[in-house]
């Protein structure tokens, strides 16, 4: 996890663009290039929490996203591959992979609309 929870549907604006959170963190903390203390973090991105609890004005369940906060992060790409990168459950397609603290990649796929 990194030093800030971040959860399958939650999510990221990155570049004023609306991502979501698909899978759990992935893991690179057996780098050889040393420790993430080691890089800079000069990029922030809006982080907006899935509530499935939520209720619209007349009581009914809908899902519903906390309103931004600001997190540091080392950059983002596009995977780079030959093949699609998929994630979480459903094999999503990763168009986005986030870098964040602790090293771990944050894969996203872009909300529709």
């Known amino acids: 996890m990194v030093n800030w929870p971040v959860s399958p ?3 990221m604006i990155v ?3 609306e991502y979501e959170v698909i899978g759990e963190p ?3 903390d057996r780098s050889p290039f040393g ?3 080691s ?5 922030t991105v809006g982080h ?11 009581g009914n369940p809908v899902e519903s996203w906390s309103a931004p906060v600001e997190r540091a992060v080392h950059g983002w790409a596009a995977p780079r591959t030959d093949e699609p990168k998929l994630a979480g459950h459903d094999r ?5 992979e986030l ?3 602790e090293w771990r990649v944050i894969n996203l796929r872009k909300v529709s609309g």
């Open 92 to 96: 999503d397609i990763v168009e986005i």
């Open 99 to 101: 870098y964040a603290p």
């Open 15 to 17: 570049d004023g663009v």
């Open 35 to 37: 420790t993430i203390e």
């Open 48 to 58: 907006r929490i899935f509530d499935a609890n939520g209720e619209d004005a007349h």
């Open 26 to 28: 992935e893991r690179y």
């Open 9 to 11: 549907r939650d999510r």
């Open 39 to 43: 890089f800079p973090t000069p990029f």
